[in-house]
DNA sequence: GGAACGATCTGC
DNA sequence: CAGATCGTTCCC
């Protein structure tokens, strides 16, 4: 498994969502690992009103202005994490949020973690909960080796025709369709 | 200084 | 389908 390439990563947020189709996250958190297949997630780019970038740099957001290949977690509604892989050229707001993985190794840790249900995975809150990813992983570089949070290439294509639809849970820019799944 | 509002999830 | 729960943002 190769670690991802930051260049990659540089690129309009809806082309590089499609690119991270497939691609597997190594989350080593709490002393445990879990790795997972990524098969679902959004763009955002800072020109979209849904986007936290759209209205600037803030504290919260001042990652996502950062270089690619940077996670940016931040708190839902006071209780989730959400997890994104910072995108685009270094300064641009752009990000790609992880909405759903399908867990590959680890499972043990993720059902301690979640607990006995089904549904382990499969939203940008459980994801976070699953891997163990929470607001101290702000920041952390998934391009660098021996970091607590990686993104690998195993030689897994995307899809080549994903699902394509509208993201979930906005108010604003509803209409955009720029959640892509795997079939 | 304060109020309103979430890129959500769970359990009733 | 409503409640949880709190940091961030924006407005007074």
Same mark, same amino acid.
């Given at each position: 498994?190769?670690?991802?390439?930051?260049?990659?990563?540089?690129?309009?947020? =809806? &082309?590089?969502?499609?690119?991270?189709?497939?691609?597997?996250?190594?989350?080593d !958190? %709490?002393g445990?690992?879990?790795?997972?297949? $990524?098969? &679902?997630?959004?763009?955002? %780019?800072?020109?979209?009103?849904?986007?936290h970038?759209?209205?600037?740099?803030?504290?919260?957001?001042?990652?996502?202005?950062?270089?690619?290949?940077?996670?940016?977690?931040?708190?839902?509604?006071?209780?989730?994490?959400? !997890?994104?892989?910072?995108?685009?050229?270094?300064?641009?707001?752009?990000?790609?949020?992880?909405?759903?993985?399908?867990?590959?190794?680890?499972?043990? /840790?993720?059902?301690?973690?979640?607990?006995?249900?089904?549904?382990?995975?499969?939203?940008p809150?459980?994801?976070?909960?699953?891997?163990? $990813? =929470?607001?101290?992983?702000?920041?952390?570089?998934?391009?660098?080796?021996?970091? @607590? /949070?990686?993104?690998?290439?195993?030689?897994?294509?995307?899809?080549?025709?994903?699902?394509?639809?509208?993201?979930?849970?906005?108010?604003?820019?509803? &209409?955009? @369709?720029?959640?892509?799944?795997?079939?």
């Amino acid at each position: 498994m190769r670690l991802f390439d930051r260049t990659e990563l540089i690129g309009p947020a =809806e &082309e590089v969502a499609r690119r991270l189709l497939h691609t597997v996250l190594r989350v080593d !958190a %709490d002393g445990s690992v879990v790795t997972a297949r $990524i098969v &679902e997630v959004e763009a955002y %780019d800072q020109d979209d009103p849904a986007s936290h970038s759209f209205r600037g740099r803030t504290k919260r957001n001042a990652t996502m202005f950062g270089p690619p290949g940077h996670l940016y977690v931040y708190l839902s509604y006071g209780l989730h994490h959400c !997890a994104n892989v910072v995108v685009g050229p270094d300064g641009r707001g752009d990000a790609v949020l992880l909405r759903a993985v399908d867990v590959i190794d680890g499972l043990d /840790v993720v059902r301690r973690r979640r607990g006995e249900r089904r549904d382990l995975t499969n939203g940008p809150g459980k994801l976070c909960q699953a891997l163990g $990813i =929470e607001l101290s992983h702000d920041g952390v570089d998934v391009c660098a080796p021996g970091g @607590p /949070v990686g993104l690998f290439d195993d030689g897994t294509p995307p899809p080549t025709t994903p699902i394509v639809g509208p993201r979930v849970g906005l108010t604003k820019a509803t &209409e955009t @369709p720029w959640r892509f799944s795997s079939p």
